[in-house]
């Protein structure tokens, strides 16, 4: 069964973990690990993204990141959407 988080407040900076479907090591490989980089950078430049630390793991990303324009929902959104379009 899938588990779901929910934000209770948006303003504040969390710890958010993002997996890869079937535990997939996707992140083994440094070109996939730069994409994720990549996506973050977009997100902070462009989303709103107050980024206070990152750690790729083989088959997930933890992050402790924090929205300054929109709500932190709808930011981890977009960031996955992003992957989504590069894998």
Partial sequence: MKE???IRDQTL???ITA???DWVDVFSRQLYRDCVIECLYFCIKNKGMALYGYFIMSNHV???V???R???SNL???FKKLLQKIF
């Fill in 4 to 6: 779901v988080y929910v």
């Fill in 13 to 15: 900076p969390h710890f």
């Fill in 19 to 21: 997996t890869v479907v």
């Fill in 62 to 64: 933890h992050l402790i």
């Fill in 66 to 68: 924090q929205s300054d």
């Fill in 70 to 72: 929109s709500e932190l």
């Fill in 76 to 78: 981890i959104r977009d």
